[in-house]
């Protein structure tokens, strides 16, 4: 299954200048920024100030403050891009250049006093949320420290340009001073609360995901996803070879960035680069199991029934995935296909079970009617997976899909799981036959798509899988074109 197309998206939220370009963009925007709030307080305030002040504003007020952060940031988070350090200076040197144009349209010194002090108490809180949101709240004693080096020199300049002869008393600056500090502390307790609701929730911590899928860093979401997770390798060997791989992992939520390339990655691994090829339909082997790495001719995806939780962030990790798939032992001994539909009795609109056995082992495909996916303890909490391969059709519309997640525990889970073990047992009795013959070929050119024939004892089945989250209308129409000519598409 892969994911819906989030390129744009991807390139908005993690696209920055390079380095140099913002270092520029820094310095002269000080210098603008310098000339306009001077011109700004000179015009519109009854404070006429000397052109001389240009320079020390621009460069203690609009440049010092914000380079020492930026430079700062980096050395005290360990891992933190300079180049994003220096993109948050540049949006907060504009937060305060805001803040300097309503200074120049205060009508009194108490209002200015008030709107400096809260100039720097906003920029205290936009650096501490951007750096928890981009570095995890476990630095948070860190970034409450380093966040604070931008607010205190422009604390330090203000008294330096004149700020300590405004004539308020020496409780005015300490309490000013205090306010500061408490607005940090409670935006962090609150931050803290937020984390600790979402991780009681999903043994997650929200900005350690967050920052994971920032930095592209799968080590940090610590999602609960092994390095080398779970596969199940379906194969078909009728002189051309088919390796079908079905990791116990999810494609991922956003593109590129949150593993949903991770079926074509590994498609396109598995087919070894270059176009799959035709099988022509002939007695062949078949197994299903799990194991060390396999060679074929063609290669495609099984989406097992799992959730989000079991993204990986990095679509690299097919690779580890295509280490652990299997040269399972094959068989010519199959059962025909076995339907099963438990909608009614359980009361789902249409829940149904496809199977068969392949040698002992089951190979059996789920279809949940309005549902979307499945956590993976619902149905293989028990079940040992050498045993059974268990597949998630998938098959909802992709424009209008479903949004129902069944959890582990769930009432709705209780009956699926007894659903499944009944179908399971009612397999395990289909006779097996001699002389299973199957087909297959693999396309890989704006989509990939796999179409395989399987024949059992007189019975063909048309498999159609696409590497889609969901089907398109073109797919479901090709599947009814040919529901005549076989047994069961």
Known sequence: MGADNVDAFQRLVFSVPRLRVQAAALVLLSGVYGVATVAAITVFTPFALDPSRIVPVAVLIFLVPFVV???????????????????????????????????????????????????????????ILVLV?????????????????????????????????????TYRHVFAFASLLIAAGFLVLVLLVVDYLIRSNTDVSAFALTSGLLRNDRES????VEARPAVETFAVDNGDRLTVAAPWVHPGPLGGFGGGQLSGNLIDALNGGREGEDGATDRAAVAADGGAAADGDAGFFFHVPCTHKEDLSDPADAERILDAVADPDRTERVSRLVTESYGEREGYADVRFHGRRIGDRQVIVLHGEGIDDYDTGVFMRDVDHDEVLLIDQHRHDIQNGPEVEIQYGSAEADRLKRAFDDFRDRLATADLADGYAAGFAVTRTA??????????????????????????????????AYRDEFDAV
């Open 69 to 127: 952060a930026a430079e700062l940031f980096p050395r005290v988070l360990d891992g933190y891009p300079r180049s994003w350090s220096y993109f948050l200076a540049l949006t907060s040197q504009f937060v305060l250049f805001v803040y300097a144009l309503v200074l120049s349209g205060a009508d009194n010194v108490g209002n200015a006093w008030s709107i400096i002090w809260l100039s720097f108490i906003t920029l205290y809180l936009l650096n």
């Open 133 to 169: 949101v981009s570095t995890g709240i476990d630095r948070s004693d860190r970034i409450l420290l380093a966040s604070l080096a931008e607010p205190a020199l422009l604390i330090a300049a203000f008294y330096a340009l004149g700020g300590s002869e405004l004539g308020f008393s």
């Open 221 to 224: 979401l610590d999602l609960g």
């Open 447 to 480: 989509q990939n798509a796999l179409a395989m024939v399987e024949s059992v004892d007189g019975q063909e089945v048309l498999w159609i899988g696409v590497d889609t989250n969901g089907l398109t209308p073109d797919v479901r129409a090709t599947a009814d």
